[in-house]
């Protein structure tokens, strides 16, 4: 299975831009990015998604290399409720038409008032 | 919509009993996974059904662990006999459709495992 790589933590100040690297030296063509990030205590919830075109959506931007071979989540004002674990995850193809999630430990995200 | 509902959110139990942990799905959602959650592995892939199927089970830790969907919005993953390396959170999620690229997945609160 194809891995990512991520720093274990990171830190930010409030109101500040964010930028969560993600090393993915091993995608496969076919494989898609996917951002999700777990607060305390709960589960995880998606972020966003690409393909090969750097992405945005109301929460975050994603900026993919062009080779691919890494990305870039970026939290363009962090707030305290952003504090939590951000996990890059490649979705991969396997057994036809299922894909499945691989997942790393992600990079816990401090937020300073 | 209520999401994903998981019960218990906790257990505490004895080694050698049997654990029982349920999931319900959002309404019209296809796929369910099942995943535990430790400090040492981070989160990892148990099962994962698609319509009702078992697609993939290779995380499955051993023949202890067993989960099944009786029906379209509810499943059960369950231990026999727990033993305490299985002290974990256990994640249910579900999706539309678990066979996209594109599908996002949707994760219940989790059930905080603790076998003692």
């Known amino acids: 299975d194809a891995k990512t790589t991520q720093p274990n933590s990171m830190e930010s100040n409030e109101e500040e831009p964010v930028h969560l690297p993600c090393n993915h030296s091993t995608i496969s063509g076919t494989d898609y990015i996917h951002w999700y990030r777990q607060l305390p205590s709960q589960g995880p919830e998606y972020v966003i998604h690409g393909l090969t075109s750097n992405v945005n959506n109301r929460m975050a931007s994603l900026a993919i290399a062009e080779d691919r071979k890494s990305s870039t989540l970026i939290l363009h004002r962090a707030t305290l409720r952003d504090a939590a674990v951000y996990y890059c995850i490649l979705c991969q193809d396997y057994a036809g038409n299922n894909r499945k999630l691989i997942w790393g430990l992600g990079t816990s995200l401090a937020v300073n008032p | 919509d209520a999401g994903v509902i998981q019960s218990p959110r906790h257990e505490v139990t004895e080694m050698g009993q049997e654990v029982t942990l349920r999931c319900k799905l959002i309404s019209g959602h296809n796929s369910l996974f099942w995943y535990r959650q430790t400090m040492m592995r981070g989160l990892e892939l148990l099962i994962y059904?698609?319509?009702?199927?078992?697609?993939?089970d290779s995380g499955m830790p051993e023949d202890r662990f067993s989960a099944k969907m009786p029906n379209a919005s509810f499943s059960t993953l369950k231990i026999q006999p727990s033993e305490p390396r299985d002290s974990a959170v256990y994640f249910c999620?579900?999706?539309?459709?678990?066979?996209?690229?594109?599908?996002?997945?949707?994760f219940g609160p989790g059930t905080r495992l603790t076998v003692l």
């Open positions: 999620a579900s999706s539309l459709a678990g066979g996209l690229s594109t599908d996002t997945q949707y």
């Open positions: 059904f698609n319509n009702n199927v078992p697609i993939d």
